[in-house]
DNA sequence: ACCTAGAGTTTGAGTCGTCAAACTCATGCG
DNA sequence: CGCATGAGTTTGACGACTCAAACTCTAGGT
């Protein structure tokens, strides 16, 4: 716990912007969205984050974190996995809900309760959205996987991850029989309509459009079709 | 969650040094003592909390919380005593070091992750010291029992709540085969050094002093000697 | 080249929780 | 009975985080 609640939200905002944007640069503009707050006081954090060396930053620039603030935030997403996949696989709470309750305990949990609960799950590698969780030692294997919206009609594919944390997402995916480890199959594709037609294994067949499918990542499996 | 984090832990304070007192009036020295705070600060937040119709509190005198502030207090120790039965039950934690890891905790905790936490448990009763855990509608039933120091020389007793939650005090009592449900026999009193040796059930003769032994409670047991 | 729209920054102010230090009250010792 | 002592209160200040609003820079179109 190095520093503040505050500045561990921004490091996780600025980290995960960083990983997103092309230029491996998170703009002020989207860190204060990410954190519900004016870009002015963006602006001040960030300032704070810069004199404690765990970020650089130059006049209307981008955010880049340091080595010292990457380490820290892959501190914090670890806390944050973890208790994700605490939340859904010993108490039994719907995916579509734990990201914002992880956002609060995330902040309270020391090192001590995070090995116990890391070592009561099983040491697990990924979390209920197929995001990996950074090691102890900071070290994160990220799986490979493509979008989903870059299958062509008739690709047969595992679902292993999905990016988007909205509630309503993840809700609909579930209601869909879309979740991590489901096997699929594209059944459509209508590029005028920007909508593929999905038919997951054992269930019905449901629209959704590519913006929404480019945040599922899949990995194409043998089509024994 | 009515109150701010700051506010939770006064008024779980208050609530207790309220128990604790023969008036049933928390003094404004303990409080800040409780929290680590000076009295100033102590006194301008329970002006707050007056303000908020929590507590009621006259110049000079004692504090003590209204309905709403009990009702406050008990919601905010039924989280900090679920998280310790869960960091015992669940993670596997040491007793000595579960208080300050709650502390932290319950205040991340939301209703629906308390009560997906308090059926994952069965819906304890006790807490590992043996504190009753108060129900989610506020309800809280003590247990019958007293101080180990008023027991006579050769009484035999089950230890069914300890009070003090300072880690040493913990490591001593686990040390010694004194934990809650052990059943003991008090080997002989002498009040001249203020000390008493118990022997638990299967376990070897100890001393401690009166104090400490106070803080220990009991129900004597049909002495089947 | 200009100039404007949008992104980013600065400034001034406010809230929350805290402290130190000056002050006030209540009480029990002598 | 008075007054010193300790408990409690007030005051002024500060650090962390935030906002609104004024200001500044960058980049893209014409």
Redesign the interface.
Same mark, same amino acid.
């Given at each position: 716990m190095l520093a503040t609640e505050t500045v561990e939200n921004y490091l996780k905002a600025i980290y995960l912007l960083q990983r997103e944007a092309a230029a491996d640069e998170a703009p002020m503009g989207k860190i204060a969205a990410a954190l519900g707050v004016t870009a002015g006081t963006a602006t001040s954090m960030v300032k704070k984050l810069v004199a404690a060396k765990l970020a650089r930053h130059e006049r209307f620039g981008g955010v880049r974190l340091t080595a010292k603030g990457t380490r820290a935030a892959l501190d914090i997403l670890r806390r944050h996995r973890l208790v994700e996949t605490f939340?859904v696989d010993? %108490?039994?709470?719907d995916w579509s809900?734990v990201h914002d309750?992880a956002e609060?305990?995330e902040?309270?949990?020391?090192p001590?309760?995070l090995d116990? %609960?890391d070592r009561?799950l099983g040491r697990p590698a990924f979390d209920p959205h197929g995001d990996p969780i950074p090691r102890a030692d900071g070290a994160l294997q990220e799986s490979e996987a493509m979008p989903m919206s870059e299958l062509g009609s008739g690709d047969a594919a595992r679902l292993v991850r999905v990016l988007d944390q909205r509630g309503d997402s993840l809700r609909f995916l579930r209601a869909s029989g879309l979740k991590v480890g489901a096997t699929l199959r594209v059944v459509a594709i209508e590029p005028g309509a920007g909508v593929m037609r999905i038919r997951p294994d054992g269930g019905s067949i449901v629209s959704m459009s590519t913006t929404a499918a480019a945040r599922v990542l899949v990995r194409p499996t043998r089509d024994r079709h």
């Open positions: 939340l010993t %108490l039994g709470l809900v309750e609060r305990l902040h309270a949990i020391s001590m309760v116990a %609960l009561h």
